[in-house]
T-cell receptor, first 114, second 116 residues
Framework: GENVEQHPSTLSVQEGDSAVIKCTYS??????FPWYKQELGKRPQLIID?????GEKKDQRIAVTLNKTAKHFSLHITETQPEDSAVYFC?????????????FGTGTKLQVIP | EAGVVQSPRYKIIEKKQPVAFWCNPI?????LYWYRQNLGQGPELLIR????????DSQLPKDRFSAERLKGVDSTLKIQPAELGDSAVYLC??????????????FGEGSRLTVL
């Protein structure tokens, strides 16, 4: 089955700086890679995603890159703000036998210091 | 549109007691997931349903956990008897089956279980 590794587990940055979170996956059949943000005590919510036929996607201050050959993808947050502080999870999505299966990384706790 | 609804939000029980969690997915979502999230960890899949069929329950501890999704809509997750290590947040999520263009999981608020 799929194995997703995420680094770092914790990340502290000064407000305005950039933050980068990296994930690797093991199953080349995975074809969709979402990123979720989970604030303390809240539900995980999708913030950006990328499909395997795309190398990069950007949405305002958030961008995701994908390297299929190396099986890794990264989340980039620029001009960080205190409200970006949360736990971020990457995930790899595959469709074995037509069914959907999502494997999550272990999460990165991002702290943006004002 | 209502999101994924879970209940109860919080539950405190003593070990060896039973507990049940309920989930109502987004209308029209055929795929339903139960995840367990321990503190500081990512969600771990317990069971996945396609309509009323459990298509992946390989990570469900079947000696004490059970789940059902009657009529392919609401679902319940039961633990009997509960153990101290079961303390976690139990997240329900739903998605549109085989939606290649979206693929988004919608999570509920979760049910936080504390076993004393």
């Amino acid at each position: 089955g799929e194995n997703v590794e995420q680094h770092p587990s914790t990340l502290s940055v000064q407000e305005g700086d950039s933050a980068v979170i990296k994930c690797t996956y093991s199953d080349s059949a995975s074809n969709y890679f979402p990123w979720y943000k989970q604030e303390l005590g809240k539900r995980p919510q999708l913030i950006i995603d990328i499909r395997s036929n795309v190398g990069e996607k950007k949405d305002q201050r958030i961008a995701v890159t994908l390297n299929k050959t190396a099986k890794h993808f990264s989340l980039h947050i620029t001009e960080t703000q205190p409200e970006d502080s949360a736990v971020y999870f990457c995930a790899a999505w595959e469709e074995p036998g037509g069914y959907q299966k999502v494997t999550f990384g272990t999460g990165t706790k991002l702290q943006v210091i004002p | 549109e209502a999101g994924v609804v879970q209940s109860p939000r919080y539950k405190i029980i003593e070990k060896k007691q039973p507990v049940a969690f309920w989930c109502n997915p987004i209308s029209g979502h055929n795929t339903l997931y139960w995840y367990r999230q321990n503190l500081g960890q990512g969600p771990e899949l317990l069971i996945r349903y396609e309509n009323e069929e459990a298509v992946d329950d390989s990570q469900l501890p079947k000696d004490r956990f059970s789940a059902e999704r009657l009529k392919g809509v609401d679902s319940t997750l039961k633990i009997q008897p509960a153990e101290l290590g079961d303390s976690a947040v139990y997240l329900c999520a739903s998605s549109l089956v085989r939606t290649v263009n979206t693929g988004e999981l919608f999570f509920g608020e979760g049910s936080r279980l504390t076993v004393l």
